[in-house]
């Protein structure tokens, strides 16, 4: 029952990270089991050996020796004082790094890590200062008074535990929010443009001879947080494969037999089957547009773009920063 409960508090704590991370599927249980018991065993056991060879260590006679001497005895003093701290920056960092679905960056989990640690320690003291003064609760709830405060800074510290992985999400992509704010998370022309980027990288990668892209390395190369919806939905229109070893997404057609009007009509959702005059205008646009992409297929793409990926204009510097590649702007208008 313990290891039952600790394993799905664990998953709940992944459920909601991988929500922030924006990532459609979790760990399997199978997977969960065996990732987060290793953790859960070995992880306590290394901690508390640490701070039994700290506790043993103090009561040998060289150790006390040393404690006679004044600049020994204040390091040692503030490293006692400062090691909680690391040692909380530490925990929320390894969570941040491993509990997600997908591979964080250890600069990025550092930065969660220590903003979360910091959360935790000044609100910490603030809510020891609330408890310390708060004996008329006592008066009022009795007994219950200890359940509510135990509530209040669960509460709390799951909240701030939230705060410190969506700066860990900010850190790794600055330009999620920025695509979200100008997009509103589905602006139809981002959303052909990262398609067909996206296409474009695994038709390289695919008539290269080269292994196929891991979602996650893709996601980064393009700059957004997650492709797993326009993956699952090129999968389902036959256009892609989730291929198991070596781990990543492939092309399930060869790149000139998949054309560039099906991508975009597969981004573009179902067909209009209004009447009127306002759909019969919309329906000679599209067919306008069917027409001047006629015959183009991703593999003419590629070739035609083979130097370097289009970047979305408005992140182009954060991208830049997070992806190494520097971009091109579309034409004017795009």
């Not at 760990?27 to 992880?43: E, F, P």
């Not at 969570?95 to 609100?123: C, D, E, H, M, N």
């Not at 492939?250 to 179902?270: Q, T």
Request: net charge neutral; aromatic share 12%.
């Amino acid at each position: 029952m313990l290891f039952y409960t600790v394993v799905t508090l664990v998953a709940k704590i992944e459920d909601a990270l991988n929500q922030i991370w924006r990532l459609p599927h979790s760990r399997t249980w199978s997977q969960r089991v065996t990732a987060y018991l290793s953790v859960i065993l070995v992880g306590p056991v290394m901690v508390f050996t640490a701070l039994t060879l700290t506790a043993s260590a103090q009561s040998y006679w060289l150790v006390e020796r040393l404690f006679e001497i004044g600049f020994v005895s204040y390091l040692f003093t503030l490293t006692t004082s400062v090691m909680p701290f690391v040692l909380l920056c530490a925990t929320f960092t390894f969570l941040y790094k491993f509990i997600p679905y997908t591979k964080v960056r250890l600069s990025s989990a550092l930065v969660g890590g220590a903003v979360a640690g910091l959360l935790w320690q000044v609100v910490g003291m603030a809510f020891a200062a609330f408890v310390a003064n708060s004996a008329r609760y006592e008066a009022v709830y009795s007994s219950f008074a200890i359940v509510i405060v135990f509530l209040i800074w669960l509460y709390t510290g799951w909240l701030i535990f939230l705060i410190g992985a969506e700066v860990t999400y900010f850190h790794q992509y600055p330009s999620a929010f920025l695509y979200e704010a100008m997009t509103d998370g589905k602006g139809y022309r981002f959303q052909e443009w990262l398609a067909l980027s996206a296409l474009a990288e695994i038709a390289r990668r695919h008539l290269s001879h080269r292994p196929p892209w891991e979602q996650t390395e893709l996601a980064a190369r393009l700059g957004v947080s997650s492709l797993g919806n326009l993956i699952d939905e090129f999968v389902r229109s036959s256009i892609l494969l989730k291929s198991a070893e070596p781990e990543g997404v492939a092309l399930a057609r060869p790149p000139e037999n998949i054309f560039v009007k099906e991508i975009i009509e597969i981004v573009g959702g179902s067909t209009m089957h209004e009447r009127g005059a306002i759909a019969d205008v919309l329906l000679r646009r599209d067919q306008a547009a069917q027409k001047a992409l006629e015959g183009i297929t991703l593999k003419s793409l590629v070739q035609e773009n083979s130097a370097t990926i289009l970047q979305f204009p408005y992140v182009e510097s954060a991208t830049t920063k997070a992806t190494g590649i520097k971009p091109q702007k579309p034409p004017n208008g795009d």
